[in-house]
């Protein structure tokens, strides 16, 4: 895609799927938005950075996924009253993420319409800004409780039902303020970020072939797409080749991360439909999965596998055939569940209908990833974007346009059987060879990673100094766009309904909290 005026540099982002960077002049920043949507883009993601040490100015970046590829831009602001104008009203989800921004930063978007904090609880002063390179990170800091001005809606019979931040068992904070009539909910307004994490500062402390084990536990889930998108960038900083096996063993351990999360899902979204007897079938299956993956790797999520160059370690011998005769036996028994789902009459009389979103909604907001899916947004980088050894692979998108939890049910069972199809298909044909290239001299420069996870697209961007330190990392996870799509397909539901609603998208808390 070509955007008039901006000269893009596709050689900075070099290994990856297509990408372009280009840096924008204020009067561009809002028409490459534009030339985006018109085309069918949408965002992926929206950060800002300090350079002030370096030249005086902020800057604020977008990325862009298009049908070439993926397209970063950057706008520099100025270093008095940072400035730039607003996207939300090209790309709704683009408003969190600039009120995230100026928490951080302390960079408005211009005619916002919502600029109320969203990561900002309390934890530092209004006038303090966390991610600029003189944040005292040190300091003592009071902690102060704010009254945060949810939307209100009026009308007779219409009560508040506020539920979280903190939950029953151990999952993370997240807090929920349903408007309702009776049990039918009016409105959802959700209030994240109690647990941010920092981590984009806790990057700056590490070097290029260090960064991949913070990258690795943005959201524990997700540790490979988090990990492989990191070693991404970092490669197309360094110019590092990485050998094709390491390149079969990632996507391996990326489809084993894929298999574990859907299964563990299909188990909890049963439970909260009524069907205890599918939590315990489902979580069964997934200790077995999760025990083979520790056995192989030393890790039940694989963390510290995939790293800048390749991976750590090789799937040979016993494992490998160990590996084949799981996949056969598992998906026999997911089979056989599914059966149990499609004919339990109670089940799917939870399921149909409920948090539905439409095709046209989810294109609107950008809800993405398998929830995007099914609702008719056909996006998955593994077949779209081949990364190796995709383009070898020929995966099958899994698309429905229903858009309940029937259908976001229905495509983790489909998506499963693919990613089985796909580990046979790795431990049948990797090709023999070395695991792990050599990392080169240390560089400056801008690289990016974007890796389809079970849940989404992962971005990480990364800018290194010239001796190889961090500069600026952002990891971005898809959370961040299906949030806001959660909160419009509960409204019309009954309360009741929600947990099992939102269990049926099941976004991170962690890797919008980072």
């Known amino acids: 895609m070509r955007i008039p005026g901006l000269a893009l540099d596709a050689k900075a982002l070099a290994g990856t799927a297509p990408a372009s960077h280009a840096r924008a002049h204020a009067t561009q920043w809002q028409e490459a938005g534009r030339l985006v949507r018109e085309g069918g883009g949408r965002i992926v993601a929206l950060w800002g950075a300090d350079h002030r040490d370096r030249d005086a100015t902020f800057a604020i970046s977008a990325a862009y996924a298009v049908r070439d590829g993926l397209i970063v831009v950057e706008l520099a602001l100025p270093e008095t009253a940072p400035a730039y104008p607003d996207l939300s009203g090209l790309f709704p989800a683009a408003e969190r993420m600039q009120r995230a921004a100026f928490d951080l930063l302390g960079i408005e978007a211009l005619d916002a319409h919502d600029k109320r904090p969203w990561l900002r609880h309390g934890a530092w002063r209004e006038d303090e800004f966390p991610l600029r ?162 056995e192989v790797w030393g890790h039940r999520f694989m963390m510290d596998c995939v ?67 099914s609702s008719g947004q056909a996006f998955d980088l593994r077949a779209d974007f081949q990364t190796p050894p995709y383009d070898e692979l020929a995966v099958a998108k899994v698309v429905f346009a229903a858009g309940d939890v029937a259908t976001r049910v ?56 010239a001796d190889g330190r961090i500069r600026r990392a952002h990891a971005h996870d898809p959370s961040w766009q299906n949030w806001p799509l959660l909160e419009h397909g509960v409204i019309g539901n009954i309360v009741p309904d929600f947990p099992l609603i939102n269990k049926s998208f099941n976004l991170s808390y962690s890797g919008h909290d980072c």
């Open 133 to 294: 390179r003189d944040f005292d990170a040190a300091a003592r800091r009071e902690n102060s409780l704010e009254n945060y001005p949810f939307v209100r809606v009026e009308g007779d019979g219409v009560h508040e039902i506020p539920v979280g931040p903190v939950h029953a068992g151990i999952i993370e904070p997240g807090h929920f303020r349903f408007s309702v009539v009776g049990e039918k909910v009016l409105r959802l307004e959700e209030r994240l970020g109690y647990t941010h994490k920092g981590a984009d500062k806790r990057f700056e402390a590490f070097t290029l072939d260090q960064g991949y084990r913070l990258a690795g536990r943005i959201s524990g889930d997700s540790t490979l797409a988090y990990a492989w998108a990191y070693a991404q960038a970092a490669e197309s900083i360094l110019g590092i080749a990485v050998p094709p096996r390491a390149s079969w063993l990632r996507a391996l351990m990326l489809e084993r991360e894929r298999v574990a999360n859907h299964l563990g899902d299909l188990g909890a979204i049963g439970n909260d439909g009524g069907l205890g007897f599918a939590f315990a079938q489902f979580m069964r299956l997934k200790e077995q999965w999760l025990r083979l993956s520790h």
């Open 307 to 373: 790293v800048p160059g390749g991976v750590t370690g090789d799937v040979t011998g016993a494992h490998l055939a160990k590996m084949l005769r799981e996949s056969d036996a598992i998906e026999a028994e997911v089979r056989a569940l599914q059966n149990i789902f499609d004919e339990h009459s109670g089940l799917q009389d939870r399921f149909i209908t409920a948090g539905k979103v439409t095709p046209d909604l989810a294109r609107k907001l950008g809800l993405a990833g398998l929830a995007g899916r």
């Open 410 to 465: 229905h495509a983790r069972f489909d998506e499963v059987y693919e990613s089985l199809r796909l580990i046979r298909e790795v431990l049948a044909r990797a090709p023999q060879g070395s695991i792990r290239g050599d990392l080169h001299a240390p560089r400056s420069g801008f690289g990016v990673g974007w890796i389809e996870g079970w849940r989404g697209e992962v971005l990480v961007a990364i800018e290194a100094e």
